[in-house]
C-alpha cells in the first residue's frame, strides 16, 4: 500500500485547510485508516481515525469539533477538513492505514503550518 499526502500548507489562524490522502496498491486490504501529526520536539500522535465497516470515527480531544475525518472508498481516498485552526496544530501531518494482515503503511507527510 502507497499513500500520498496532499493539501497543506500556510494558513492564518482560524483558517482552514483540506487534507487528502490518496492510497494505491494493494487498497482492498485497508482496514482502517487515519491522521497522525508531529510538530517539532514533540512525539506523534493521534489527530482522527476512520474504521472501514462502519465508518466510525474518534478523534484527538484537542481537535473534536473542528476537524472532520472522512473516506471515500470507492477513490482510495481519505480527507481531513480542518477548520478553526490554531497555531498549535502546527505540525507534519501524516496519513496512516494497516491492512487486514495487521501491516501498518505510512505517507510522507504534508506540513501545516499556522500563523497567529
Known amino acids: 500500500v502507497q499513500l500520498v499526502e496532499s493539501g497543506g500548507g500556510l494558513v492564518q489562524a482560524g483558517g482552514s485547510l483540506r487534507l487528502s490522502c490518496a492510497a494505491s496498491g494493494s487498497t482492498l486490504s485497508i482496514n482502517a485508516m487515519a491522521w497522525y501529526r508531529q510538530a517539532p520536539g514533540k512525539q506523534r500522535e493521534l489527530v482522527a481515525a476512520i474504521e472501514s465497516g462502519d465508518g466510525s470515527t474518534n478523534y484527538l480531544d484537542t481537535v473534536k469539533g473542528r476537524f472532520t475525518i472522512s473516506r471515500d472508498s470507492a477513490k482510495n481516498m481519505m480527507y481531513l477538513q480542518m477548520n478553526s485552526l490554531k497555531p498549535e496544530d502546527t505540525a507534519v501531518y501524516y496519513c496512516?492505514?494497516?491492512?487486514?494482515?495487521?501491516?501498518?503503511?505510512w505517507g510522507q507527510g504534508t506540513q501545516v503550518t499556522v500563523s497567529s
Open positions: 496512516y492505514s494497516d491492512t487486514v494482515a495487521g501491516r501498518g503503511y
